[in-house]
């Protein structure tokens, strides 16, 4: 696992134990498998341990960078969800389902004296569907029911009642077994057949309560005749009926093109879900979240939103379902806000995950300050350092140079004890020549705090001074200059001993070795000397090109930028021709350089 992004681990560890369908994308953010599980948690983490054998599985985890779920309310809609969403997307890794075809629905056929069968085939005939069925055997079991309790035509003859009344058909066999009434020579009547088909509809539907009812009376009525072998049969049918559920938020036959959009917010972010339903069925599910400025409300994000949504998923519909009224001023579609129905279960799916999804980013966040201790690291640095508040907002300084050249520093940001890596700083030194550490953190403290307060923005809790009591005594000078001294507490940290100064005090506070205080104190100076380090490192590599091509007259900077991009380092470039240099740069300037690196 440890080969895995950081983002994949953590979205593992705080997967939900509900059922639903997870989605693996590659680095470019590409659908590369779609599962379903009727635990998300542990599926997923079954992926990612490390004794897989099969190879097409370690191909698959190898690839993955970012993972996404959906979270419904049943392992059937796991099931139908994750085939809309393989037929949708066509994953590479997905190998069932692959050839188009999808689960059987149970057809009543829009004709005179409706047939009632099976398809894998959904046609616009104006014919009711039923479904889908990924467990064919209930479906069967549906059909058989169905044939037991009702005489039903299996036949495709064409009954128009010109035709009947034409006598062109004869009866056949399955009206004198007793499976068909007839209604080919009139037998039976147009309005006791749809009577019949009403009947039919209902238990498609799932109102089976009634029916069930009358199967145990059945069953209890043969048992006392000793008839079991015929109760054992009754037994079995109604235990499949039990199982069936013909209602399903994934996959409905009354829907057609609708989109659904819910969302929650807080101070700080807007969490959204957003589905596409195409034929009755889920097509797209995204669900993700975006900060909220301070001048944006809620109206003008939704208005945003949308939009781009529709025009990422290209969808066309004219219904939005929502889940409270919203003003429309788009032209091309409009709002709904149901309050029953199968729209209504829609919003319902939607904002659930969206609440699943906000709770994972919370879990996520709290896995994160746990690391370093959390509110209890927190708790101990307020209590051992004396601060009168929480330090939830903390700030670290350190500077990096080699041997007085390059000189820099940083300024890590720590929030509610994780870090804030948009809030990370570089100071590239400005005032200070030669290796001075003193004077560079008086520089860059001043800079730092004189910016905050300029632009108003609020001050640390708590800042800690990586290097000892120099360094601290010189970031002081700063604050004192600035007149912040009784809104910020500052504290130098000594490299040897692991030691905390407070200005003007002699003694030293040192904290427990174990101490969740200590250990996010450490990470914070880490951090600090990591982002410093990188920085310096970076403008130093960058200076020593400058130092030996800068110093040739006539070749400028973008001549000698697109010399190091093209042979990477200065020796190269020596060992090049003329005719080579000249295709590069022109003959003047390669007779330059040559005339230089000869006299050298």
Not at 182 to 195: F, G, H, L, R, T
Request: net charge positive; glycine share 4%; with cysteine.
């Amino acid at each position: 696992m440890n080969t895995h992004s950081l983002l994949v681990l953590e979205k593992i560890k705080v997967l939900p134990t509900d059922a639903g369908v997870y989605q693996f994308f590659d680095a470019k953010g590409v659908i590369i498998y779609v599962g379903k599980a009727k635990n998300l948690t542990k599926r997923v983490h079954s992926y990612f341990k490390t004794n897989i054998t099969d190879g097409k599985t370690r191909a698959l985890v190898k690839n993955i960078a970012d993972i996404k779920f959906t979270v419904v309310s049943s392992e059937l809609d796991a099931l139908l969800l994750e085939n809309n969403l393989i037929k949708s997307y066509r994953p590479r890794y997905n190998i069932l389902l692959k050839d188009d075809k999808t689960y059987p629905w149970i057809v009543v056929k829009n004709e005179a004296f409706p047939r009632v069968f099976s398809t894998r085939r959904k046609i616009k005939d104006g014919s009711k569907y039923f479904g889908p069925y990924p467990n064919g055997r209930v479906m069967q079991t549906l059909l058989q029911l169905i044939r037991e309790l009702f005489t039903l035509r299996t036949c495709a003859l064409d009954l128009a009642q010109e035709k009947i009344n034409q006598k062109k058909y004869k009866v056949c066999l399955e009206y004198h077994i007793g499976k068909c009434a007839a209604p080919c020579v009139s037998y039976q009547s147009k309005e006791s057949y749809d009577e019949m088909v009403n009947s039919i509809e209902l238990l498609l539907q799932g109102k089976t309560y009634a029916l069930c009812l009358s199967l145990k009376k059945r069953m209890f009525e043969l048992a006392e005749k000793y008839d079991f072998e015929g109760a054992q049969k009754v037994k079995e049918i109604l235990a499949q009926i039990e199982k069936y559920q013909s209602k399903s938020m994934i996959v409905s036959h009354t829907l057609n093109e609708v989109d659904v959009i819910t969302y929650e917010q807080d101070e700080e972010f807007l969490y959204f879900n957003y589905l596409v339903i195409r034929e009755g069925a889920i097509v797209h599910t995204y669900t993700s979240h975006l900060e909220l400025k301070l001048t944006e409300n809620i109206a003008y994000v939704f208005t945003y939103v949308l939009p781009q949504l529709r025009l990422k998923f290209e969808s066309s519909s004219k219904e939005v379902l929502v889940f409270d009224k919203v003003e429309s001023i788009f032209p091309d579609f409009h709002f709904h806000c149901p309050q029953i129905g199968e729209k209504k279960k829609l919003v319902e799916l939607s904002l659930h995950n969206v609440k699943h999804y906000r709770l994972q980013l919370k879990k996520r966040e709290m896995n994160k300050v746990s690391e370093h201790g959390g509110l209890d690291a927190l708790l101990e640095l307020q209590q051992s350092l004396g601060l009168t508040s929480l330090p939830n907002h903390i700030e670290c300084f350190d500077n990096s140079n080699l041997q007085g050249t390059n000189a820099v520093s940083s300024c890590v940001v720590f929030k509610k004890g994780v870090p804030s890596k948009n809030d990370y700083r570089h100071f590239n030194v400005k005032t200070v020549v030669g290796p001075d550490d003193f004077n560079t953190m008086k520089e860059v403290v001043f800079r730092r705090y004189r910016r905050l307060l300029d632009e108003g923005a609020p001050l640390p809790g708590l800042i800690i001074i990586d290097g000892g009591k120099g360094q601290l005594s010189a970031a002081m000078e700063s604050i004192e200059e600035l007149g912040i001294t009784d809104q910020v507490s500052v504290f130098g940290l000594a490299k040897r001993m692991e030691e905390l100064f407070r200005p003007n005090h002699s003694k030293s506070i040192v904290l427990d070795r174990r101490s969740k205080g200590l250990k996010l104190v450490q990470h914070m100076r880490d951090e600090a000397h990591r982002f410093g380090i990188t920085h310096h490192r970076n403008k130093r590599s960058k200076n020593s090109f400058q130092t030996e091509l800068a110093e040739i007259k006539g070749i400028g900077e973008k001549t000698w930028t697109l010399l190091l991009q093209e042979y990477k380092s200065v020796e190269k470039i020596k060992t090049c021709t003329q005719e080579e240099l000249t295709k590069k740069i022109g003959q003047a300037k390669a007779l330059v350089l040559l005339n230089y690196f000869k006299s050298l």
